[in-house]
T-cell receptor, first 116, second 116 residues
Framework: AQTVTQSQPEMSVQEAETVTLSCTYD???????LFWYKQPPSRQMILVIR??????QNATENRFSVNFQKAAKSFSLKISDSQLGDTAMYLC?????????????FGQGTTLQVKP | GAVVSQHPSWVICKSGTSVKIECRSL??????MFWYRQFPKQSLMLMAT?????????EQGVEKDKFLINHASLTLSTLTVTSAHPEDSSFYIC????????????FGPGTRLLVL
């Protein structure tokens, strides 16, 4: 069965600093997608970044970037120049190709606190 | 684009009553919708997958007679919590995908249910 593991329940970072959140997953599939979602205190789920497994290039979105290591099944999120608004729970997720179930498999989440 | 709404945003009900939660895709047609439950400081737990015009697929351990899901149109899915009890109190979130080949799930803002 596919699993996603986030081993850091809580993290903190000073404003303007850089922080990396870890995520590992286990699957026998070759083609899939990986996501990082952000859930701020409002609890609205916000898509941060998406990575397609067949693309070797790491995805980036402004201050957010990933380090995708397919062989190691690792998908970490780097947040640069952290801002107070980045305070949230971050959820790593995996999904297989459409045509299968399309179900997202979530990790346990990492709660990030950005300190002023 | 890809906006999903939920109604109501929060509801308080008496034990034994039924509560209906609506999930709507506002600017796209959603062939597949998902319902999640989330406890405080925990990750999302998938309850069921809903496809337009067919019966929902429930995850193991989720009572289908208690959590009735209807996906009658391409823009609306409903979750009815029947004979609600205090242990059903939780945060319920829906998500939707645009269709075949679209693997990104877009999330609604969630519904907070409190059963007294």
């Amino acid at each position: 069965a596919q699993t996603v593991t986030q081993s850091q329940p809580e993290m903190s970072v000073q404003e303007a600093e850089t922080v990396t959140l870890s995520c590992t997953y286990d699957t026998s599939e070759n083609n899939y997608y990986l996501f990082w979602y952000k859930q701020p205190p409002s609890r609205q789920m916000i898509l941060v970044i998406r990575q397609e497994a067949y693309k070797q290039q790491n995805a980036t979105e402004n201050r957010f970037s990933v380090n995708f290591q397919k062989a190691a099944k690792s998908f970490s999120l780097k947040i640069s120049d952290s801002q107070l608004g980045d305070t949230a729970m971050y959820l790593c997720a995996w999904v297989d190709l459409p045509g299968n179930t399309g179900k997202l498999i979530f990790g346990q989440g990492t709660t990030l606190q950005v300190k002023p | 684009g890809a906006v999903v709404s939920q109604h109501p945003s929060w509801v308080i009900c008496k034990s034994g009553t039924s509560v209906k939660i609506e999930c709507r895709s506002l600017d796209f047609q959603a062939t597949t919708m998902f319902w999640y439950r989330q406890f405080p400081k925990q990750s999302l737990m998938l309850m069921a997958t809903s496809n337009e015009g067919s019966k929902a697929t429930y995850e193991q351990g989720v009572e289908k007679d208690k959590f009735l899901i209807n996906h009658a149109s391409l823009t609306l899915s409903t979750l009815t919590v029947t004979s609600a009890h205090p242990e059903d109190s939780s945060f319920y979130i829906c998500s939707a995908t645009r269709g075949s080949g679209e693997e990104t799930q877009y999330f609604g803002p969630g519904t907070r249910l409190l059963v007294l």
